[in-house]
């Protein structure tokens, strides 16, 4: 607090205060107008340490000087020097924003410090040579008093200092001595006194001992600096409290562009949990007064459970604090502090902890311009912007100049210097380590590189013996403390990046709580709590928009609107859902009237509720005034609906066909036909032609499409599901097409080149002809093939291979197209003899286990469908059929219900060949599975069954043949 009083005292004992870590004041003054009947000064009252501005510090501290004392008094001034120095505040004035008040304040002398002070403004001091000149001022104003000169009137400037403790530790760690002068005696009025008061603090006992001169007929002037911004060691007050807490942490759009940042968010939030946590104490006037009273241990322990932030506070607040936090004996205070936060790192070992605490907690802005939006990077220790960045770091590639003529100085360099790795100034993010992403100091470069040019021509010219060994132990220590600076800048960026993260996290949270916290509000005030629950994550989303922290009633009048749109926005969707319900409901109860061996190729209900009768009624958007769906017409829609998908879908995998050319369904009437007919009937005229050419386009495609040849691959699902591999004619691929996920529909098709390929010599082989055979032709015969481009294999003691249908062996074949083993393939038909033997051995497919069946008398299966022994159970009880036939009263459901079954292949029997299976006994008695044995098997079996040591042929045994002739 200053004090402006019209008391001549000498200007030696002005104490000019550096403002170099003094926030800049603004200067606000109170006129005060004294009584008449009084002539008395202002008494000033005692501040509270809330209202002391923070002083900074000057190599001394001066003890203020009585002007008029006893013989029996005297006065020691001390001086304690300050071992250590904090950085710059980020509300600092920078040092090329003071050069010419220091300039002004070197040269000023006496007189300037009188009018600046008579301004209520301080000169500013921010290194040695200005508290020299200080000092100089100070002992001219002393030879002038001696010359009987009468000092100016100058306003006095009382710092407000703590009492110190009688034994400060000095530089080295030590107790200072007293001094050999005689102390000032105390005065007994103030042994009692509890806490000292201002007025103690004058360097005059009595009123009668200050020479007021003459009398003063003016006004007084009060000068006391007010600041813009609060004390980050102030109690928080309401207003004051949404700014803390929000933390200095970037916007929600700043995030959505790379995470820049234009404030430190580790100060801001850190400052946040420390003022906000539940067992923080708000701070009281007067408080603090007592504490300095205590010897320095028990303040040691007193400070050593704050935060390195609060020291960091602390030591701005005034010289004495300063004095007591920065001095060398109180590096235990800040290991302690650092120790006592587990999420805190400690600082490198080149770096004080003061120093760095200031670096990590100070305002984010660069070191060498002064913009924001620079934190600080680890790997260098200092801060850069983005313009900084590029004008005094460089890359790898721009020093391909510097180094032509020592082509081996670039690898040894970047060696020797640290790297960095920053994305940029306002991020912590960083890139990948690598020699295209770092980048060095400039100055460290260039110096670098003229001591290695030295090295090396040193080295080169042979002048030193043993150069090169001394090089070697010169550059490891520097490659040491390259590799350090770069591990220890790795961890700290990962745990700034970490709790950049971690905060994040916390933020989202508690927005998210906060709008499922309105969403419950407005369930409460009517509405759907369906809406609300699901308007909750937008309503999170606009508040992170908006940077919502907290909803007050009136803040959330101005926020209802937003509110409410998405709430309705979620209903309309909610209602659209219901609606297509409805559609799918009226979709299954056509279905019924159905036999459910057509539900394989209805089209899924995805595609019907596209169609215009269905989508018009789902995609009502308005809450008011809902039609609803006309059911007759929709259950008279759906047969036009079907047939209609079903021509297009063929029409689009008859075009793929080679050699077949695709007619335009459309009719158009010429002008002699039109004549005498009217609109109506023109029209009626075109359907019906319309109608008579799509009868015939279909005719001919289903003649095309059911020949054995006709297969197609589906594009979408054949690299992973074996049904789409080779899809044989229109009926299956209508199946497949039908059996599509609702969304994820298989509409993507092409003709199989390969397979084509392949059934044209399996049906030569069944002795068809393949330009006419039909599919139905071709399954008749069951035929059994053998690949005989497969390796043998070993299937339960049996080294065989797989015995395929003509479907399979086709689908394998285009399997393997790419295998250099298939690039011919090779299938033999097996004989009659061997096809019944595996016909006889293989298992039934579809299983009757699948739950996939279905009675095909009536819809009782349509949504859940059965085994093969529940629906024939079914069949009998309901619709009294004794004898239920597979195929015909009993049906298995293709496609339809085997979604989690889709590509699960038939189990294929291995057949014997190494050595060949293809004997049979002929005196045991042959039942309905007929056995076929190998020649070391047969032996044993006629010796111990039949007492046979010679076995012979046609008596005891006969041989099949295995392949067709």
Request: net charge negative; with cysteine; charged share 25%.
């Amino acid at each position: 607090v200053q004090v402006a009083l019209p008391i001549p005292i000498p200007p030696s004992q002005v104490v000019v205060v550096p403002a170099a870590l003094e926030p800049e004041p603004v200067a606000t003054s109170t006129v005060i107008t004294p009584s008449p009947e009084s002539n008395a000064p202002i008494a000033p009252t005692s501040p509270t340490l809330e209202s002391v501005a923070p002083l900074a510090t000057s190599s001394t501290i001066a003890q203020p000087t009585p002007t008029t004392m006893d013989a029996n008094e005297t006065t020691a001034q001390v001086e304690t020097p300050i071992t250590e120095s904090v950085p710059v505040p980020g509300d600092a004035v920078r040092p090329e924003e003071t050069g010419s008040a220091q300039a002004e304040g070197g040269a000023g002398g006496e007189e300037t410090g009188a009018s600046q002070l008579a301004e209520g403004q301080l000169p500013t001091a921010s290194d040695d040579s200005n508290a020299t000149n200080d000092d100089d001022a100070g002992d001219d104003s002393d030879d002038q008093n001696q010359e009987g000169d009468v000092p100016p009137r100058v306003p006095l400037v009382v710092p407000v200092i703590p009492p110190i403790p009688n034994s400060v530790p000095d530089a080295d760690g030590d107790e200072e001595q007293p001094s050999n002068e005689e102390p000032v005696p105390p005065r007994p009025e103030l042994e009692d006194a509890p806490l000292p008061e201002l007025d103690e603090l004058f360097p005059f006992h009595e009123e009668e001992d200050i020479d007021l001169g003459p009398t003063f007929e003016g006004q007084f002037v009060v000068y006391g600096p007010v600041y813009d911004t609060p004390l980050p060691f102030n109690e928080l007050e309401d207003t004051e409290l949404p700014e803390v807490v929000k933390g200095n942490f970037a916007s929600f759009f700043q995030l959505k562009c790379g995470h820049e940042f234009y404030r430190n968010y580790v100060r801001g939030n850190t400052m946040r949990r420390l003022r906000t946590a539940k067992d923080s104490v708000k701070g009281k006037p007067n408080a603090l007064q007592g504490v300095m009273q205590l010897p320095v241990e028990l303040l040691f322990d007193i400070l050593e459970l704050a935060h390195p932030m609060d020291l960091m506070h602390l030591s701005r607040t005034s010289k004495g604090l300063r004095k007591v936090v920065l001095s060398k004996s109180s590096e235990s205070v800040w290991k302690a502090a650092y120790s006592n936060y587990d999420d805190l790192n400690n600082p490198p070992e080149d770096i004080p902890y003061p120093k760095w605490t200031a670096m990590m907690y100070d305002d984010a802005r660069c070191d060498f311009c002064g913009d924001p939006g620079a934190l600080l990077d680890f790997a260098l220790g200092e801060h850069y912007c983005e313009r900084c960045q590029c004008k005094y770091l460089m890359e790898q590639t721009q020093l391909s100049d510097i180094t032509e003529e020592f082509p081996n100085l670039l690898p040894t360099l970047f060696q020797l210097l640290p790297a960095t790795y920053r994305q940029s100034g306002g991020k912590y993010q960083c890139y990948y380590e690598s020699d295209s992403n770092a980048r060095y100091r400039r100055k460290d470069v260039e110096k670098m590189v003229e001591e290695l040019k030295r090295w090396f021509m040193t080295i080169d010219e042979g002048m030193i013996p043993d150069a090169g060994q001394k090089f070697k132990e010169w550059c490891e220590p520097q490659m040491q403390k390259a590799r350090s600076l770069s591990d220890s800048a790795q961890m700290y960026n990962n745990w700034a990046t970490n709790f950049y993260y971690n905060l994040c996290t916390e933020l989202s949270m508690k927005q998210r709580a906060l709008a499922d916290s309105c969403m419950k509000r407005f369930a409460k005030m009517g509405y759907d709590e369906q809406d609300t629950n699901s308007a909750a994550s937008d309503v999170y989303y606009y508040f992170r928009s908006v940077e919502v922290w907290e909803i007050s009633p009136k803040s959330l009048e101005k926020h209802k609107s937003e509110i409410i749109s998405k709430i309705e926005a979620q209903k309309l969707d909610r209602m659209k859902r219901e609606r297509r319900v409805i559609v799918d409901k009226t979709y299954d109860d056509y279905k019924k009237t159905l036999k459910p061996e057509q539900w394989a190729g209805l089209p899924p209900s995805d595609i019907v509720a596209c169609e215009d009768v269905f989508c018009d009624y789902i995609a009502q958007d308005t809450l008011t005034d809902v039609k609803e769906l006309d059911v007759p017409k929709a259950m008279a829609a759906f047969p036009e609906t079907i047939n209609n998908w079903h021509f297009q879908r063929q029409k689009e995998l008859y075009d793929l066909l080679p050699g077949v050319e695709i007619e335009d369904e459309y009719v158009y009437l010429e002008e002699k036909e039109c004549e005498g007919l009217s609109v109506e009937e023109i029209s009626k005229r075109t359907t019906e032609l319309r109608k008579a050419k799509k009868a015939s386009m279909k005719a001919k495609m289903d003649e095309r499409m059911k020949l054995a040849r006709t297969m197609f691959s589906c594009i979408s699902c054949k690299s992973g599901r074996h049904a789409g591999l080779a899809v044989f004619g229109w009926k299956e691929a209508c199946v497949h097409m039908a059996g599509s996920y609702s969304h994820y529909f298989h509409s993507n098709w092409e003709f199989c080149s390969v397979g084509y390929a392949a059934a044209s010599s399996l049906i030569s082989q069944l002795g068809l002809d393949p330009d006419t055979a039909t599919l139905e032709e071709v399954d008749a015969k069951d035929a059994r093939f053998l690949c005989m481009n497969c390796p043998t294999k070993s299937h339960k003691r049996v080294q065989g291979r797989k015995a395929y249908t003509w479907r399979e062996c086709v689908a394998h074949a285009v399997e393997k197209q790419e295998d250099f083993t298939h690039a011919i393939p090779t299938c033999l038909l097996l004989s009659e003899d061997a096809t019944a033997f595996i016909r006889s051995h293989e298992l039934p497919h579809p299983t009757p286990r699948r739950v996939n069946w279905s009675c095909n008398h009536c819809p009782e299966h349509l949504e859940t469908p059965a085994t093969f022994k529940d629906a024939e159970k079914h069949v009998k009880e309901a619709h009294s059929i004794e004898n239920p036939v597979k195929g015909v009263d009993v049906v298995f459901l293709h496609g339809r219900y085997e979604r989690n079954h889709n590509g699960k292949r038939r189990p294929i029997f291995h057949y014997g060949v190494e050595p060949t299976c293809h004997l049979i006994c002929q005196l045991c008695r042959q039942g309905r599975v007929r056995r076929l044995w190998t020649i070391q098997a047969l032996v044993p079996h006629l010796y111990h069954s039949h007492g046979i040591t010679m076995p012979r042929s046609t008596r005891d045994y006969t041989k099949i043949e295995v392949y067709a002739t």
